[in-house]
């Protein structure tokens, strides 16, 4: 105690730390969330965000635009593309839009085995899957209308569309584009 009555805590010293911090749990339950951010705190310092399998290194990357202007060629083949990702489903992930220019194409998940955040957009990625051109449903075009926030009652008929069966999906940290 001081003179005014005051009660002075003496230091502590790092063995009486560290057991206050397991004397609560806190010392395994910090190296934990330790463990658990590592990743994402190296993605930041610009390691690209990969989602599903690891992206193949060989291969050419094709601007999707390039590649939808004369897309029968590649209709059915696998090969690696890329554009911004402009939209993605807003309730779990599991599609989104991969444009360039004028072009684009719905991507969803090979086997439903993965996602991808739901703050993804707007981000430059490459997709790594099987590109095919498909008829929609007007059920199915009207659920992923519903998907993107738009009208589903506008939609009447099947639609036409590209979409890529993606394993890997990978997007650079970058700042968004302008715009």
């Known amino acids: 105690m001081t003179e005014n009555g005051v009660r002075r805590r003496s230091p502590v010293s790092s063995s009486e730390r560290k057991a206050s911090l397991d004397m609560f749990g806190l010392g395994p339950a910090l190296l934990c969330l330790a463990l658990a951010l590592a990743p994402a705190l190296a993605g930041a310092e610009g390691e690209p965000s990969t989602y599903g399998s690891e992206m193949p290194e060989a291969g050419t990357v094709l601007p999707l635009g390039e590649v939808l202007s004369d897309s029968e060629e590649r209709v059915g083949k696998t090969a690696k593309f890329s554009g911004l990702a402009t939209k993605v489903c807003q309730r779990k992930g599991c599609w989104m839009i991969l444009a360039d220019g ?12 993965f996602f991808v955040p739901t703050d993804l957009a707007p981000r430059r990625c490459i997709v790594y899957g099987v590109l095919e051109a498909s008829v929609l449903s007007e059920g199915r075009a009207r659920h992923f209308a519903e998907d993107e926030g738009l009208d589903a009652e506008a939609i009447k008929g099947p639609q036409r569309e590209y979409s890529i069966v993606a394993s890997s999906v990978s997007c650079p940290h970058e700042a968004p584009p302008p715009g």
């Open 102 to 113: 004028e072009h684009f194409a719905r991507v969803t998940f090979k086997d439903y085995g």
